[in-house]
């Protein structure tokens, strides 16, 4: 081939100069002797493929023309179609007049602006080989579009065609190696070896690709739309549209994320349900393809070593809509249907299957997780914030322990507390829940770091039963939105050194007589004592006394502790709150304060969260309380709501102190509420018991039972659980 020649020291033009030629071989480059624009798209073997058949050379003679010498003997895909270097660059660009910067689009690197070869010919982005659109080669004269290497190419926007795969004699893979070096090319035809030939043989199949049939499709066919938005994307360079709103990725990221959840849908949704999501002509063609007699059961197996367009077709049209969601909760509520597909065909796989992959984008992983977060178990829903507005896998360092309490703030715990459990199982059950929000931390091992409150089967127990409820939703998010709020270090209290430094006999002897001095009570009774140590400790360290090793009295005792609040008086919370300070400070405390839980305002707390706890008359409390000698039970009987509420109420407003009343001041209230004919109506003819008439005067059943006899009204004798039922 005849032309001007240079070395390193002569400069390329035609637009290359920017290179350099310092970057050039020391050996000569010609210019050649014909020009061929490349095709719009075009990929760089295609267009050398048809300069060689234009000037009539082999395709070894051609690449050592342009400067690739050394590609010429690989038996590979060449390492020039993928990132040329800047030398390769240099020489291709001197020698066709063509610019470097179009030479560099028509390789594969150039899809996805990848700066490494590798990652350019990664499986999930590039075949090894090349579909192809018979009616565009026999349009353009048989060049080849660089888009149809892409792994999801599988439909012709021009032509809306299904690609193909194969030669339609041969049925070979085309471009999966490089034409042999001594053979001139042949744009348009076959290049895998003839099927009759042998050993060394080069002859070639050279059947006209552009005769192959191929599956004509309409317009609006789902497989065009997905094809068209792919190409958009690729065109593009990023999404930013519906679910990647908020955080916009690239379209290799995007690849990435069609790519794992194509394969998820196609290796565990059940055969039937993908077939009703796509269209029936592209998917008779991938049953056609993918069942074999010994493989029927990897009928939705993507990631075969022939996988053909029409299954590409298949996974985008399964795998778009979901990735298409204006929303991440949108998409998961798409995605859901893989799996119950999934239970159906009987590969169930566990969350970790199923937020499977470790490079997908963030929108997607979130649109799993939301997909499987009602299939999931409440710990697994916490520990993948499934309930967040951005679900995410565990982190392994995630740790808030000195910002928990062993039992959690009762402010938090009493809306959630009902049936079936009570509140100080809910308070500690909760605490071990916050430590497993977004932490791979096991059950029993955020049970140890609490100390010896409560137990893993305990807090799945508990756990099962408020993820039953309806509004278990709600708890996950405010379990989720609270453990955020202490990772932040928003918390002034170091719990875990309180549960270590103070001593569960806090309340000495001579602190007890303090107390009881401030407060002009007496220091007589060592029972007392005793209690109010209890909810003294329980106060500073949020650590509940009913496990503790402490509360070794008894079920007498802790029955006594449990009504302690309805005791305690304004005056002795006083003198115990001091005592706590004064405690505090002498161990190294003095910066914290003496109690503290989180703000509502801080988490968006819904309102009915707040309307059991805030809703308590505590003036009327204080009356039923204080005036009328009501125990805590009778008097959350008379005020409508759970004994846990009026504990709780009474320990964050105690009631103050109230001087003896003159004997006969609640007989005389009794009276008054109930006059000896209502007394006889409700007792005699209704026949309600002493208990249920003494709630709705408010006092005790025995000012109730006191008045009967004043009234000369016989008393029934109590009736045995057996008759009651």
């Known amino acids: 081939m005849a032309g001007h020649a240079f070395a390193a020291d002569d400069p390329p033009s035609h637009g290359s100069s920017e290179l350099g030629a310092a970057q050039l071989r020391t050996i000569a480059i010609r210019t050649l002797p014909l020009r061929l624009p490349p095709v719009a798209g075009e990929s760089i073997e295609s267009w050398l493929e048809a300069l060689a058949s234009r000037c009539g050379a082999t395709w070894g003679e051609l690449l050592a023309a342009v400067g690739l010498h050394g590609e010429s003997n690989r038996v590979r895909v060449a390492h020039f179609t993928v990132s040329p270097t800047g030398e390769q660059l240099a020489a291709i660009s001197y020698a066709t007049g063509v610019a470097a910067a179009a030479i560099t689009a028509m390789t594969t690197s150039s899809l996805f602006e990848t700066a490494t070869a590798g990652a350019a010919t990664a499986g999930p982005f590039a075949l090894p080989r090349s579909r192809f659109c018979p009616k565009c080669l026999e349009d353009n004269g048989g060049r080849w579009q660089l888009w149809w290497k892409l792994r999801w190419a599988f439909v012709c926007p021009i032509h809306r065609c299904l690609l193909l795969d194969a030669c339609p004699r041969c049925s070979g893979d085309q471009r999966r190696r490089p034409l042999p070096k001594s053979l001139i090319p042949r744009p348009g035809r076959c290049t895998c070896r003839a099927p009759n030939s042998w050993g060394r043989s080069l002859r070639r199949c050279e059947a006209l690709l552009s005769t192959a049939p191929s599956l004509e499709l309409t317009e609006n066919h789902p497989a065009v739309v997905a094809q068209d938005y792919m190409l958009a994307v690729i065109a593009a360079g990023l999404v930013s549209a519906g679910m990647y709103a908020e955080s916009p990725v690239s379209s290799l990221q995007f690849a990435t994320d069609i790519t794992v959840l194509g394969q998820q849908i196609m290796r565990y949704a059940h055969a039937d349900d993908i077939r009703r999501r796509v269209p029936a002509d592209i998917w008779n063609i991938h049953e056609d393809n993918t069942v074999r007699p010994k493989q029927a059961d990897q009928i939705g197996a993507l990631w075969l070593a022939h996988d053909c367009s029409a299954t590409m077709a298949v996974a985008a049209c399964a795998a778009l809509p979901v990735l298409q969601a204006s929303d991440a909760t949108v998409g998961g509520q798409r995605l859901r249907w893989l799996i119950g597909s999934m239970r159906t065909k009987g590969t169930w796989a566990h969350t970790t299957a199923i937020a499977w992959d470790r490079e997908v984008s963030t929108p997607l992983r979130e649109v799993q997780l939301r997909s499987v977060r009602s299939f999931l178990g409440p710990t697994d829903q916490l520990r993948n914030r499934a309930w967040a507005r951005h679900p995410q896998r565990p982190d392994r360092n995630r740790s808030i322990l000195r910002s928990v309490p062993a039992s959690l703030w009762p402010w938090w715990a009493v809306p959630i507390s009902g049936p079936g459990v009570g509140l100080a199982h809910v308070r500690m059950a909760l605490s071990v829940a916050l430590l497993l929000v977004g932490s791979r931390i096991g059950i029993p091992l955020a049970c140890a770091q609490l100390g010896p409150v409560t137990t893993a089967r305990e807090v799945g127990r508990v756990l099962g039963v408020l993820s039953s409820k309806d509004d278990w939703e709600t708890t996950a998010s405010m379990l989720t939105s609270l453990a955020d709020v202490l990772e932040s270090g928003v918390c002034p209290i170091d719990y875990q050194r309180r549960r270590e430094l103070v001593n569960q006999e806090l309340l000495t002897s001579p602190g007890w007589r303090r107390v009881c001095k401030e407060a002009q009570t007496s220091a007589d009774d060592p029972t007392r004592a005793r209690l109010c140590n209890w909810w003294l400790y329980e106060r500073l360290t949020g650590t509940s006394v009913g496990r503790s090793p402490a509360t070794s009295g008894g079920t007498h005792m802790w029955r006594l502790f449990a009504d302690l609040p309805a005791s305690l008086s304004l005056e002795e919370v006083l003198a115990l709150d001091q005592f706590g300070r004064t405690y505090l400070d002498a161990h190294g405390m003095a910066h914290e304060p003496l109690r503290w839980q989180p703000p509502a305002d801080a988490l968006g707390v819904p309102p009915d969260r707040e309307s059991t706890w805030h809703g308590v ?10 005036v009328n000698k009501l125990s805590a039970a009778m008097a959350a009987c008379a005020l409508d709501v759970p004994v846990d509420i009026v ?57 109730a039972g006191r008045l009967a006899r004043e009234y000369r009204i016989p008393i029934r004798p109590p009736r045995s659980p057996r008759a009651r039922q």
């Open 617 to 626: 008359d505590i003036e009327r409390l204080h009356h039923l309380i204080r």
């Open 647 to 703: 504990r709780q109420t009474l320990n964050e407003h105690p009631a103050p102190h109230q001087p003896h009343a003159a004997r006969g001041t609640v007989l005389a209230i009794a009276r008054a509420e109930l006059p000896r004919d209502r007394f006889i109506e409700l007792y005699r003819h209704r026949g309600q018991s002493l208990w249920e008439i003494a709630m709705l005067a408010g006092v005790s059943p025995s000012v």
